[in-house]
């Protein structure tokens, strides 16, 4: 595969479930003038370049990339195989109820249509409705579903091992296959966090990153274990910024980011804003910059076309941002000192001197240095997914270090390889806890679906009872702007 192709996948990858969303939950008026900017802000964002022979990907490689994204994507319970971490509950009710109902999906029970970041589902939801063409029977249609899922779920994440090797210039299968291993088992040192304080009991057991309690930064195998849908387009989202750099394509870019996911879209465009900031300041000729990259054409389709149509989707929510809300009242100070120098300083203070002049290493420095003081929500969801790029990039760093500077720097390569394994203990724990709980049940497809669909007025959550409706409902559809006037009618 040739690196040209792999951007162009990238690119399709990302911006089929916005098309669909268009095309499907707005009026034929808006559809149409929607679908139009995004096909405008696809073209012109569509990569062009011609690369090198040497940075093409061969078949073998291409093997390897998919075969480890079967087995990780098995293990994280997609495609209703294996055991599901808690969060399956909803996952599987929001899938349930696209492939069942129809789009806009309205719940009549509750009143209400379904508002949440649901990008990841759109596909293999779309697909899974065409074969409603030949069989009605809905549990038929779900498992097929869940196979579609599966397949779509291990085509991103081997986008994502081939932007990886992207970023670590490995192209041998040996560097390859430590490349992808590393990145799968990276994590901060949650295990000597969680022996440091006494954990309340959980009703998911085997699970480390709830040690320092309102603030949690996940290892990458938890990203896919427990919130694919958010994890897997914005890893590959990040790697994306950081591969291409093309600051023409970072408008287009932040509204995909925003639909598969609201919170790691503003962590990704941190690095989107750093990276052309430095580019601006660097620039001789600052009005050519401003006018080719900045101001290009589909950056301002996606910045004030596609960005703020979203945005009215998104504002309609029952839940949202709760507010600015003190960290302090929810975190001890010596245990927020603690999180942060065992999630990244001790790898910040090992990776500072030969990458300390990166944009991107900078960002992620000061960005994971920040984000836990910002508190929208009683679960703190904003520290735990807006931390998702920055987290990505962190584990690039310190592959690359090990890539590139073992020679030059022994000792620090062996204190970061002690590190990095002590930090493995977090991801293993993750694979542990599904091993457990099959081997104790003598049965593969533990799967979490015990709200099975989210229409009614009141959603118990599973094991904790409280309503959870409102997470994925509109607060008042009837007087929102989006569903008023952009979407498709809705029931009265």
Request: aromatic share 20%; charged share 15%; net charge positive.
């Given at each position: 595969?040739?690196?040209?192709t792999l951007y162009k996948l990238t690119y399709?990858?990302?911006?089929?479930?916005?098309?669909?969303?268009?095309?499907?939950?707005?009026?034929?008026?808006?559809?149409?003038?929607?679908?139009?900017?995004?096909?405008?802000?696809?073209?012109?964002?569509?990569?062009?370049?011609?690369?090198?022979?040497?940075?093409?990907?061969?078949?073998?490689?291409?093997?390897?990339?998919?075969?480890?994204?079967?087995?990780?994507?098995?293990?994280?319970?997609?495609?209703?195989?294996?055991?599901?971490?808690?969060?399956?509950?909803?996952?599987?009710?929001?899938?349930?109820?696209?492939?069942?109902?129809?789009?806009?999906?309205?719940?009549?029970?509750?009143?209400?249509?379904?508002?949440?970041?649901?990008?990841?589902?759109?596909?293999?939801?779309?697909?899974?409705?065409?074969?409603?063409?030949?069989?009605?029977?809905?549990?038929?249609?779900?498992?097929?579903?869940?196979?579609?899922?599966?397949?779509?779920?291990?085509?991103?994440?081997?986008?994502?091992?081939?932007?990886?090797?992207?970023?670590?210039?490995?192209?041998?299968?040996?560097?390859?296959?430590?490349?992808?291993?590393?990145?799968?088992?990276?994590?901060?040192?949650?295990?000597?966090?969680?022996?440091?304080?006494?954990?309340?009991?959980?009703?998911?057991?085997?699970?480390?990153?709830?040690?320092a309690t309102f603030v949690q930064y996940s290892?990458?195998?938890?990203?896919?274990?427990?919130?694919?849908?958010?994890?897997?387009?914005?890893?590959?989202?990040?790697?994306?910024?950081?591969?291409?750099?093309?600051?023409?394509?970072?408008?287009?870019?932040?509204?995909?980011?925003?639909?598969?996911?609201?919170?790691?879209?503003?962590?990704?465009?941190?690095?989107?804003?750093?990276?052309?900031?430095?580019?601006?300041?660097?620039?001789?000729?600052?009005?050519?910059?401003?006018?080719?990259?900045?101001?290009?054409?589909?950056?301002?389709?996606?910045?004030?076309?596609?960005?703020?149509?979203?945005?009215?989707?998104?504002?309609?929510?029952?839940?949202?941002?709760?507010?600015?809300?003190?960290?302090?009242?929810?975190?001890?100070?010596?245990?927020?000192?603690?999180?942060?120098?065992?999630?990244?300083?001790?790898?910040?203070?090992?990776?500072?001197?030969?990458?300390?002049?990166?944009?991107?290493?900078?960002?992620?420095?000061?960005?994971?240095?920040?984000?836990?003081?910002?508190?929208?929500d009683q679960q703190n969801n904003f520290c735990?997914?807006?931390?998702?790029?920055?987290?990505?990039?962190?584990?690039?760093?310190?592959?690359?270090?090990?890539?590139?500077?073992?020679?030059?720097?022994?000792?620090?390569?062996?204190?970061?390889?002690?590190?990095?394994?002590?930090?493995?203990?977090?991801?293993?724990?993750?694979?542990?806890?599904?091993?457990?709980?099959?081997?104790?049940?003598?049965?593969?497809?533990?799967?979490?679906?015990?709200?099975?669909?989210?229409?009614?007025?009141?959603?118990?959550?599973?094991?904790?009872?409280?309503?959870?409706?409102?997470?994925?409902?509109?607060?008042?559809?009837?007087?929102?702007?989006?569903?008023?006037?952009?979407?498709?009618?809705?029931?009265?």
């Amino acid at each position: 595969m040739k690196l040209s192709t792999l951007y162009k996948l990238t690119y399709i990858y990302l911006a089929l479930p916005l098309f669909l969303f268009i095309i499907s939950w707005l009026n034929f008026g808006f559809a149409m003038l929607y679908a139009l900017l995004l096909c405008g802000a696809f073209y012109f964002a569509y990569p062009q370049e011609v690369y090198k022979a040497s940075e093409n990907f061969n078949r073998k490689s291409l093997a390897l990339m998919t075969g480890v994204a079967i087995v990780w994507c098995f293990f994280a319970g997609i495609g209703y195989f294996y055991y599901q971490s808690f969060d399956y509950h909803f996952r599987n009710a929001v899938f349930r109820d696209l492939i069942n109902y129809d789009w806009p999906v309205f719940y009549p029970l509750a009143n209400t249509p379904l508002v949440y970041y649901m990008a990841f589902w759109l596909v293999p939801a779309g697909v899974t409705k065409f074969f409603s063409l030949f069989t009605s029977d809905r549990y038929t249609l779900f498992m097929l579903g869940n196979y579609i899922l599966y397949i779509y779920a291990v085509i991103g994440v081997t986008l994502v091992f081939a932007h990886l090797t992207q970023a670590l210039k490995a192209r041998s299968k040996r560097q390859i296959l430590a490349g992808i291993v590393l990145f799968i088992l990276f994590s901060g040192l949650d295990i000597i966090g969680y022996k440091f304080f006494v954990i309340i009991g959980q009703p998911f057991e085997y699970h480390l990153e709830s040690w320092a309690t309102f603030v949690q930064y996940s290892s990458v195998t938890t990203g896919v274990f427990w919130v694919f849908n958010q994890f897997i387009p914005l890893a590959l989202i990040t790697l994306l910024v950081y591969n291409e750099r093309k600051i023409g394509n970072f408008g287009l870019i932040a509204t995909l980011s925003l639909f598969f996911s609201p919170y790691p879209a503003a962590g990704i465009c941190t690095f989107m804003v750093a990276y052309a900031g430095v580019c601006f300041a660097k620039s001789a000729d600052k009005k050519k910059f401003l006018q080719e990259d900045i101001f290009s054409v589909q950056n301002i389709i996606g910045a004030f076309g596609l960005l703020p149509l979203l945005v009215l989707y998104f504002i309609t929510n029952s839940e949202g941002m709760e507010g600015w809300q003190n960290i302090f009242n929810f975190i001890a100070p010596r245990r927020l000192i603690l999180f942060m120098v065992l999630e990244f300083l001790l790898y910040v203070v090992i990776l500072f001197p030969q990458y300390c002049r990166n944009v991107f290493f900078l960002t992620m420095f000061i960005s994971l240095l920040l984000i836990p003081f910002i508190k929208l929500d009683q679960q703190n969801n904003f520290c735990m997914r807006a931390s998702i790029p920055a987290v990505v990039i962190l584990a690039v760093f310190c592959i690359r270090f090990l890539f590139e500077q073992r020679r030059a720097h022994p000792f620090k390569t062996i204190v970061l390889g002690i590190l990095l394994a002590i930090g493995a203990v977090t991801p293993l724990t993750e694979f542990y806890r599904g091993i457990h709980y099959v081997s104790k049940a003598h049965k593969m497809a533990l799967v979490k679906d015990e709200i099975y669909t989210l229409n009614g007025r009141f959603i118990p959550m599973p094991e904790f009872g409280y309503d959870v409706n409102h997470q994925y409902t509109a607060r008042d559809y009837k007087t929102d702007i989006f569903w008023q006037y952009l979407s498709k009618k809705l029931p009265r």
